[in-house]
């Protein structure tokens, strides 16, 4: 019988990792390959026979719901365009990128855009994973990059909307000392967000220390630790040059 109960939260809390990790691996190739199956049947049933192909995987390998559209590079904008709407208006479908660059499409579904499409987005992406800190530091580690980089593409189909992102620590130390630590991780992943593409005007960086814990954890567990992010509705914004490939 374990007789410390904070031990008895982190077993607790690592089996749920565990198991949403677990299952990840065995969903997530099945529901990539209905959804690459259905973006190639809806692609194949478009007037415009150009050979382009889904590919619903990360670059870092691991199955995505935010695919990467290749073989259009000879295609005119106007028909990117229509290529990226038609896979994104599927459902399940996250944001969509082209291989030569971040081209969407200047029209997308109305429930590709909504906030709450995106909000929930990010959420399963930090089901499972969490932004990772160098001790007592703002420094974001080098191995949460790739779980940045899909923040990012699921934030990107709402851009015009104002993204909220809150930091959060446990209750160790001094509270003044968390809320400026809080504060300077929010900032710090709000930085690279920016470095990907997502505008500045559209993000705010806020922390509370250790003000608000997670449900049903104590204040001082370290799984308090993390960011949220909130997508709250405005006006939908077109592509800018970031978003849109030049002329080729």
């Not at 290529?83 to 660059?101: E, H, N, Q, Y």
């Not at 990059?145 to 015009?160: F, H, K, M, Y």
Request: glycine share 8%.
């Amino acid at each position: 019988m374990l007789r410390n109960p904070y031990l008895a939260l982190a077993l607790g809390a690592l089996a749920v990792i565990l198991l949403a990790l677990a299952g990840a691996r065995i969903n997530g190739p099945a529901l990539t390959r209905a959804l690459s199956a259905e973006a190639q049947k809806a692609l194949a049933q478009m007037d415009d026979k150009t050979p382009v192909k889904a590919i619903f995987r990360s670059s870092g390998g691991s199955p995505s719901r935010h695919p990467l559209l290749t073989g259009g590079e000879g295609v005119n904008q106007a028909t990117r365009d229509r290529i990226a709407k038609t896979v994104a208006a599927l459902p399940g479908i996250g944001g969509i990128r082209w291989s030569d660059g971040n081209a969407l499409a200047e029209n997308v579904s109305e429930a590709a855009m909504h906030p709450r499409h995106c909000q929930d987005d990010v959420e399963a992406l930090l089901d499972a994973r969490t932004i990772r800190f160098e001790e007592s530091s703002a420094r974001i580690d080098r191995t949460s990059a790739t779980l940045i980089d899909e923040v990012a593409a699921a934030l990107r189909p709402c851009l015009g909307s104002i993204i909220g992102i809150t930091g959060h620590t446990d209750s160790s130390g001094p509270e003044d000392a968390n809320l400026r630590l809080s504060r300077k991780r929010a900032n710090a992943v709000r930085d690279e967000l920016i470095k990907r593409g997502i505008p500045s005007d559209g993000l705010r960086a806020e922390g509370l220390g250790s003000s608000e814990p997670m449900d049903d954890l104590p204040p001082g567990d370290p799984a308090n630790r993390r960011i949220d992010f909130s997508v709250v509705a405005t006006q939908p914004i077109s592509p800018t040059p970031v978003d849109t490939p030049g002329p080729r």
